[in-house]
């Protein structure tokens, strides 16, 4: 796999002296001078952000466990909105001054439009409790489409945000969170796009049987992705590696591509110096994928629709940080006295 470099603990200390210096009291911006730090030694630059939200889209076949509140073929509907320009990331990605990548890893039924990148990998994947969610080909085929899309998106854009759409992809997100962190799937399972009690319990008796049949290996983090995994939490999952190895910052959403990120992380060690966790959803398993990646999100509003649109909410907040760590005067450069404190 391809590496990554860690920021260096040089520039993180500079980034936080040259905030210091500024006409303010030491650290009175809170967090945003947190963010300004971890965007800036991750790679980015206010005069080079150039943002663009990648979402990529696929289905599942442990769908059809009854482990989502809306069918299949919402994949395909919500792929055919992303193209149309009105779902919710479109409408959020114009807001941020981002441009928005769709990207089709493996919809059961493609839709048919040039703007959807075409980066298929099988119609949908199979039931888990059934078998592999996909071989290890393909997951390593899917891993090498999100490297590639990652070096086209690195010419033109300073960071890259990833967002995913994908009916049932919540029950693999959750199987792959609890294979990769050891610990059972009720810890990991939330209620995705709404399930009520009955479908909640149903969800973590499909993830305990899936893992059960597989037994995947924490240590191989491929092989976890193949067994219960999705084509777009792979995708993801290249895109991330691809982008942090080009010294570009990574923006993750929700669960699901924060749990393709910690695939990525078991891949690529120093990926998390390179990312920012946009947002806090309220599903269970996101604090914990966050809390191993060592991240605390920016956001925390109650969101849990997924298609980056977290990240998208990010983006002024990141451009505002940079603003502050570039454009505003020093001490020094404004004759203001400077209190130490």
Do not use: W
């Amino acid at each position: 796999m391809r590496e990554v470099r860690a920021a260096s603990p040089a520039d993180i200390l500079a980034l936080r002296r040259r905030l210091d210096e500024k006409t303010k009291p030491r650290g009175s911006l809170g967090r945003l001078e947190d963010l300004a730090v971890r965007v800036a030694a991750a790679g980015g630059r206010l005069d080079a952000l150039d943002p663009v939200i990648v979402v990529v889209a696929g289905d599942h076949g442990v769908a059809r466990q009854g482990v989502s509140a809306y069918p299949q073929e919402v994949t395909r509907q919500m792929l055919a909105a992303f193209a149309g320009g009105d779902a919710a990331v479109c409408v959020l990605a114009r807001q941020a001054g981002a441009d928005l990548v769709v990207v089709d890893a493996g919809v059961v039924e493609p839709v048919d439009d040039p703007s959807i990148l075409d980066l298929r990998q099988g119609r949908g994947t199979t039931d888990f409790t059934a078998g592999p969610a996909m071989t290890r080909r393909q997951a390593e085929a899917a891993l090498g489409a999100g490297l590639e899309l990652a070096d086209e998106l690195a010419v033109d854009h300073g960071l890259v945000a990833l967002g995913e759409m994908g009916i049932g992809n919540s029950t693999a997100a959750a199987a792959v969170a609890a294979a990769l962190l050891e610990c059972g799937p009720q810890m990991t399972c939330g209620r995705g796009t709404g399930l009520d009690d009955a479908g909640l319990a149903r969800k973590v008796m499909v993830v305990e049987e899936g893992l059960r049949l597989h037994r995947p290996d924490p240590g191989d983090p491929v092989g976890v992705l193949a067994a219960v995994g999705g084509f777009e939490l792979a995708v993801l999952a290249g895109l991330a590696i691809g982008a942090a190895s080009h010294e570009v910052p990574v923006v993750i959403d929700g669960f699901i591509s924060s749990t393709a990120a910690l695939a990525a992380a078991r891949l690529a060690p120093a990926l998390p110096s390179r990312l920012v966790a946009s947002h806090r959803s309220p599903e269970p398993g996101h604090t914990l994928v966050l809390g191993a990646l060592g991240l605390e999100p920016v956001l925390d509003l109650g969101m849990r629709l997924g298609e980056g649109s977290g990240a998208a909410l990010c983006l002024p907040l990141i451009r505002s940080s940079l603003a502050i760590l570039e454009e505003m005067a020093t001490f020094a450069g404004a004759g203001v006295t400077d209190a130490g404190r």
